[in-house]
């Protein structure tokens, strides 16, 4: 019985671990230059060894991805349990999926010292929401498609291609992140009125 439940006690621990050290990493990229934060500055934060960090990401460009992907999968589960209540409604879902990130996004402590900082110097923390935003558009996109094959496909008109229409918008959602042109409620209704003209019939 102890040897059986013992590798999933040590797998939640260093679950636990890994949260520790990624919110230590998010709290000190809130407050200062990614560039000037060390490894050890990141296991202090944390409350482990430096060691401890190395083992389990490899490198400060290994705990940046993981902030990344950990930042993503947060929005995913908003943009979730928004989507949730418009299965029938492209429109009303597109129109409160980017009020919702938008206005995270303003709010968002990490986000904002990253496209707030000095623009001399945007560093890797700038660049995985621009330069090399391709994994993270290509999962929402799919999160996005999926979601549309299962619920939407008798409302999309024919001939709609649907990987390019939620891969555009998700693109243009996060150029409104980075570049914010009115505010979110305002590029929300703007976007799902976009979403009515290209995605449903006549």
């Not at 560039?35 to 482990?48: E, N, P």
């Amino acid at each position: 019985m102890t040897s059986s439940r013992t590798p999933s006690v040590r797998a939640a621990a260093r679950e636990l671990v890994r949260e520790r050290i990624l919110e230590a990493a998010t709290e000190l990229a809130a407050a200062a230059e990614w560039k000037t934060i060390r490894m050890t500055d990141i296991a202090g934060r944390a409350g482990v060894s430096r060691r401890t960090v190395f083992n389990e990401f490899e490198s400060k460009s290994g705990v940046l991805e993981a902030m990344a992907w950990r930042h993503t999968n947060h929005y995913l589960e908003g943009i979730a349990s928004r989507l949730t209540g418009h299965h029938d409604d492209p429109v009303a879902a597109v129109t409160e999926i980017t009020e919702f990130l938008l206005a995270t996004v303003a709010a968002d402590p990490l986000v904002r010292s990253v496209l707030d900082g000095p623009p001399d110097g945007p560093g890797e923390l700038l660049a995985l929401a621009t330069t090399r935003s391709a994994p993270f558009v290509e999962a929402v996109t799919q999160f996005y498609v999926a979601f549309a094959e299962q619920h939407w496909r008798d409302l999309i008109r024919p001939g709609v291609d649907v990987q390019f229409f939620a891969e555009s918008m998700v693109r243009l959602g996060f150029s409104h992140m980075i570049r914010p042109s009115a505010a979110p409620a305002e590029t929300a209704r703007s976007l799902g009125e976009l979403t009515a003209v290209l995605l449903l019939p006549e």
